[in-house]
C-alpha cells in the first residue's frame, strides 16, 4: 500500500469522525429537551429530570416526604434518561459502544 493510500483512509475515518461528533451533539440537544418522570412506590413524591440527566423538579402530595419516597422517584427518572441516552448512542454509532459521552 502506497503512503498516499493510508493518508486517503486516515482523511475517510476523519470525515466519518466529523459525521459522529455532529449527530452525537445533536444528540445531546434532543436529549436535553426531553423529560422523563419518576415516580415513589408508594406514589407521594414525583421527580422529572430532563434527558441529561438533570433534575427539573421534584413535587410530593405530602407537606413532609420521606427522603427515601423522593430517592426512589429521582431514581427513577434518572434510570430512564439512562436508557434513553443508551438508545440514542446506540442508534448514532450503529451500535458500536461509546463509553463517557455523558
Not at 475515518?13 to 426531553?34: A, R, Y
Not at 423522593?70 to 458500536?96: D, M, P, R, W, Y
Amino acid at each position: 500500500m502506497s503512503m498516499f493510500g493510508s493518508f486517503g483512509e486516515l482523511a475517510g475515518m476523519m470525515k466519518n469522525f466529523q459525521e459522529l461528533k455532529k449527530k452525537i451533539e445533536v444528540m445531546k440537544q434532543e436529549l436535553s429537551q426531553m423529560e422523563f418522570t419518576g415516580t415513589s412506590q408508594d406514589g407521594t413524591v414525583t421527580a422529572v429530570v430532563s434527558g441529561d440527566c438533570f433534575v427539573r423538579a421534584i413535587t410530593s402530595t405530602t407537606s413532609s416526604p420521606s427522603p427515601q419516597a423522593t430517592a426512589e422517584a429521582v431514581n427513577q427518572g434518572i434510570a430512564q434518561a439512562k436508557n434513553a441516552i443508551s438508545q440514542k448512542i446506540s442508534e448514532a454509532t450503529g451500535g458500536l459502544p461509546m463509553p463517557g459521552l455523558f
